[in-house]
């Protein structure tokens, strides 16, 4: 078994960003800089936040993070948002996920300007996507396929399956792994799919991102599989400092003994995500020019 380490692996792309960082602002170039809207006050949230600026630093990007109150209001968020899109200082922002019920997602997304978009969640970029043309892939899906490909796992005419069809992760990644050149079969599955331990039984590859923890069994899966576990929940564990555990969608255990490749959980795509987050706003940086 082949443990692919998100953490190694976002570290070299993290080291390649930074040399390129290094020539722009070498030529006389300014850095690509990075901001990233939080509202509220979310543990899990502002962890990947943190991360994300701490990331920038590693790079050599520059970054701003704007934190919001959980009470703001929606039309306070898109003012704020309408002030980036027209910053020129800025080549890309997100806004972290969930936001409050009362402000709406869609309505936030779509407010962005897909050049700056670099979580590549927008309408416009999704479609790009779909198109097979040049956009900033959505960062969970994009750091997967860079795992696939530099563990130079075969996926041509492979029968990839997917768990879970979130806008963010599941279904863009169906999308990807069907692309030409990838070349998979692709069998997207979800909570209404009937008999789905016949169909991870044919997998040559399961991408698992449903969100329940340990969902994935070593009774669901074929020997030699290649196993991408998406997940992350936050599980009470009072031997720990933090007073959590973190659990991924797939039952390492069990699952590890029959697979070729697996990702573990902490050190597996949650890293891989940042990397590409930052990679995304480097490509911002070069169209801008
Ligand atoms: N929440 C969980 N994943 C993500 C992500 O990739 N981007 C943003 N903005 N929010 C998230």
């Known amino acids: 078994m082949i443990l692919i380490d998100g953490k190694i692996t976002s570290g070299d ?57 959980a009470e703001t209001s929606e039309d306070e968020l898109l003012a704020k ?30 407010s962005i300007n897909p050049d700056k978009d670099v979580d590549g969640f927008h309408p416009t970029n999704l479609g790009k996507m779909l ?7 959505p960062a969970t899906p994009y750091g997967i396929m860079e795992m696939l490909k530099r563990y130079q796992i075969e996926t041509s005419g492979k029968h990839a399956v997917v768990i ?9 990644m169906s999308v990807l792994m069907g692309q030409k050149g990838i070349d998979c079969t692709v069998t997207l599955t979800h909570s209404r799919t009937k008999n789905l331990p016949e169909i991870t039984k044919t997998a040559d590859i399961v991408v698992v991102a449903n969100g329940i923890p340990e969902f994935l069994t070593g009774n669901m899966v074929k020997d030699g ?22 659990l ?10 029959k697979a070729s490749h697996i990702t573990p959980v902490p050190g597996g795509v949650g890293p891989m995500t940042i990397a590409m987050l930052m ?10 020019g």
């Open 164 to 172: 879970g069809r979130s806008h963010i992760v599941g279904s863009p």
């Open 131 to 137: 198109l097979g043309q040049e956009t900033f892939l």
């Open 279 to 288: 990679k995304n706003t480097l490509l911002s940086r070069k169209r801008r």
């Open 13 to 69: 792309i993290k080291d390649e960003i930074a040399i390129e960082v290094a020539k722009l602002k070498e030529q006389g170039g300014r850095a690509p800089h990075l901001a990233a809207i939080l509202v509220g006050d979310d543990g899990a949230s502002q962890t990947y936040v943190n991360a994300k600026v701490k990331a920038c630093e590693k790079v050599g990007f520059e970054s701003t993070l704007v934190r919001f109150s």
């Open 225 to 246: 599989v290649v196993v991408i576990d998406v997940g992350i929940t936050r599980v009470e564990d009072k031997t720990k400092k933090s007073g959590f555990k973190l």
């Open 81 to 110: 948002i309408e002030e980036m899109n027209n910053d020129n200082g800025l080549d890309g922002f997100i806004v972290q996920l969930p936001l409050p019920n009362h402000i709406n997602e869609h309505k936030v997304t779509v």
């Open 248 to 257: 991924g969608d797939v039952n390492f255990a069990e699952v590890s003994k």
